[in-house]
Structure formats: structure tokens, C-alpha cells
């Protein structure tokens, strides 16, 4: 074993004068001819420790371990001697001349060692001016305890990526298998490079469903990669998704298609609500509003609770008992991506615009149901406490919203009623709207609407040509020269 004791350190010399009286050519068993003086004590390299007076943590054995331990080559900070006399070797001097992997590619000053400090300055591997806000470059026998030693651990160019490992953009460089990540051996830390790709190849390849992990990543379809869905997209990609944060990152209007131009990039992508949910398949010139409501939904199904009933209100689905419900009576209308925030918001109207009812989505992506709306029987008359889901399982009819007829006024049945009204059915008084059981194909305008729509017919198969409501009481028509008022 090498130490300080004169006996030993005649022996070393002894050794040290054959070994280094030689070349340092790899011999016939593999190692170096360089551990006669230096190193050997964790590999064949000859890089200490051990130093050449034997010690195994002195100023000269300094950090070697840890440099070749992430790939850092004898190169990048000395020149290697071929033989022991080589000029500028064996000298009594330790020339640190840094080689070009430890020059930074982006600064015009050059990387030099200060012997007097034991310290680098301008070197790429621990100040790197791309990515500023590392502490002082540690002295050659310190040790680096984490990403801030060299560069800030989110380099201000990165802007606000704090949700996203390392990893996540520096696949080759580093990973992240506990809080903090974890520099790859061999990998492509520290290499002049800025190594950086967010996304596997995959990653804009389509499903079953036509849908990206792209789309789905964006639309907060996979919340445990992109937990913050389109946000962590103008973490990279700009608050406009346009300007990217650091140069080399695209401009999404690079990718999406412009939809009136078929292979052109543009910015129509970004108001056209089809890109994300609704019929892909419409044409331009034909688009309108009712083209976006799902199926497909933004996860391309077409069977979700997403999915839902959008159809049946929109056009009345195999039954219709109305025109058809406009899609702000449900949400406000978007005009641009705002909204994707991974939340429905639901705001319920009446026909006037009003606010009327609730919505109250389901858990776990299970179907929501609504309670109070206008539309499904909160009127006076109506059913109240009708709370439809939305994927609108059963079949609805007319009782499902309101009696039939309704218990109010003097409709058939109700306390105030007639005798001779028990004998008349719907379209004795709402001739335009209904017959009996059902909404007439002309009358589906004037149901649901917010309105009382009255005619009055004295068979129930021709509109009478005399009578009339005003509002609170009829005249002519079956009561003769009588005006009963409706609500006695």
C-alpha cells in the first residue's frame, strides 16, 4: 500500500522510474502504462486517486472520479501525453489546457482554470450563458450538490414549466426517478447541444378515435402526463401558442391545418369549433353552429356522457316536441380558445334568456343531470323536480315535464275545470300546437318557447273562425257570447 514513509516512497520511485520510463501504449493485458504514476485505484483510466504521492484525496486528486463518473474525458480539461517524456508532462507543473467540450459554444470568452483558487471560469459544464443563474463554479476538490450549482434549476428561458419533470423535454439527458433528476451516464448532458424534444413520435399519430395524445394531452384528456391540459402547452409554446419560449419551439399555427385551405397552415384552426368536437366532415361553405355539437366529443367518442343528448335538443331527435334548443341556452358560445379550461361550463337559460335551473355533472365522467330548468318542467304546471340526466336514458313524453294536461286553470281534470271541459283534448285550445299526445310538425316552433300559444278550435279538426284569447279569458268560439276568465 502507498503512503508517506520514506521506505515506501523509494519503493514507489523505484516503480515510478520504470513505468514512467516507458510508453503509455495500452500493453497486452489492457491496462495503462499512466497508473505507474497516478490513478489505478478505481480504474485503469489514470486518473487519480490515486495522486502521485499516493494520496487519495488531495488537491490533485480533486473531482476526477466524478467527471469520469457522468462522461467527462481526460481531453476536456489536459492534454494527454503519448509518452511519459512528452514536453509539458512530468514537470512538476499540472497544465489544464481545456479542450473543446468545456468551451461554451454559446460565449466568446475562453474556459481557463485558476490554479490559485483551484477554481473554472467561463467554462460551458458549470456556467453554461445559455442557461444563467448558477452559483460560483465549485473549486476542483468540491462537489456539486444539484442542477443550481451550474445553471438556475429552471433556467429563466424556460419560462413557467415548473410542472413538467426534466425529463419531459431532456429525455436523453437526464432522469427523473425521485424529486430530483438524475443525470443519464454516457448521455447528452453538458455536450455543446441544446438537447431537447418534449415529445416521443408518437405523439401526433392518431388513434382509433382520430384523436392525437397531442389532442387529448391538450384538451385535458390526460391529466397525469399534462395535468394543467392546454396551460402546459403554452408553458413551451407561448401564452399565444406562437411564440414559443426558447427558439427552435414551433408555433402551432405551423401544424394545424387552415380549414378553407386544406395543407396550409394557418390560424382558422383556432375558432373553428369542429377542430376539437362535432362533425369533421362538414364542408366549409356549409358550416354552421350546430356542426360542433358532439358527436364526436374532444376525445373523439361517440357514445360519452360528453356526448350526451346534444343531438336530441339541438334537432329533436326521432320524436321532436320542439324546434330545437340553441346551443346558448345550454353555454356561452365560444368564439376562440379561451374556454378550454377542461370544465363544461353549463349556464341554463329559458327561451327569453333568463336564467333557469342547474346543471350538476356526474362523478368520474359519469352523466350530469339537470333540476329547475324551464325546458323540462319548471313552470307553473310543470313537473318541478323532473332532474333529466343527460344522456337522456328513457323515453320522454308529455307527462315527463308537465301533467296531461296540466293541473292548472280550467284545463281538463283540474279543480276549476268545467264539466264540459273533460271532453276536449289539446288541440281544442292550442289547435297549432298539439293534438292529442303529441306535437303537431307544425306546432314543434311554438312548444317549449316561453309562450302560451292558444287557438281555439270547437272540434278539435278546424280552427274556429270566432273565438280568441286575450291572455286571461276567451271570447266566442265555444262559450258563444261568454268570456270566462281561464284562472276564476
Known sequence: ???????????????????????????????????????????????????????????????????????????????????????????????????????????????????????????????????????????????????????????????????????????????????????????????????ASAHDPGFTQSNANGVTPHGLAALYRNLGAFPNGLADCRACHGATLDAGIISGIPSCDNCHQDFSQPGTAGTDWRTDCTFCHGDLNRTDASYQLTDAAPPRDAAGSQTSARVGVHQSHLFGGATPIS???????????????????????????????????AFTPGAGGAAGTCATTYCHGSFTGGAAANTPSWTGAGTQTCSTCHGAPPNTGRHPGADNAPGGHGSLNCQHCHFDVATTGAIKPGGRALHVNGAKDVKLSTNGTIASGNGAWNGTSCTGSCHGSGTPTWNP
Open 323 to 357: 324546434a330545437g334548443v340553441a346551443c346558448d341556452k345550454c353555454h356561452a358560445v365560444q368564439t376562440d380558445l379561451g374556454h378550454v379550461d377542461g370544465t363544461a361550463a353549463v349556464a341554463l337559460k329559458d327561451p327569453a334568456g333568463s336564467a333557469s335551473g
Open 1 to 195: 500500500m502507498r503512503n508517506q514513509s520514506s521506505v515506501l516512497a523509494a519503493i514507489a520511485l523505484a516503480a515510478l522510474a520504470t513505468a514512467c520510463a516507458s510508453s503509455r501504449d495500452v500493453d497486452a493485458v489492457g491496462g495503462s502504462s499512466c497508473t505507474g504514476c497516478h490513478g489505478g485505484k478505481n480504474d485503469t483510466s489514470g486518473a487519480p486517486p490515486f495522486d502521485v504521492q499516493g494520496a487519495t484525496s488531495s488537491v490533485a486528486v480533486g473531482a476526477h472520479a466524478r467527471h469520469l463518473a457522468v462522461g467527462v474525458t481526460c481531453e476536456t480539461c489536459h492534454r494527454v501525453p503519448a509518452s511519459v517524456g512528452a514536453p509539458g508532462h512530468a514537470d512538476g507543473t499540472v497544465d489544464v489546457v481545456f479542450g473543446p467540450a468545456a468551451q461554451d459554444p454559446f460565449s466568446a470568452s475562453t474556459a481557463a482554470y485558476v490554479s490559485a483558487t483551484h477554481t473554472c471560469s467561463s467554462v460551458y459544464c458549470h456556467a453554461p450563458t445559455w442557461a444563467p443563474g448558477g452559483t460560483t463554479p465549485p473549486p476542483w476538490d468540491g462537489a456539486i450538490t444539484g442542477c443550481g450549482d451550474c445553471h438556475a434549476a429552471v433556467p429563466a428561458s424556460h419560462g413557467a414549466i415548473g410542472s413538467f419533470a426534466c425529463s419531459t423535454c431532456h429525455q436523453t439527458t437526464v432522469a427523473d426517478p425521485g424529486v430530483l433528476p438524475t443525470i443519464i451516464p454516457g448521455g447528452a448532458h453538458a455536450n455543446g447541444a441544446k438537447d
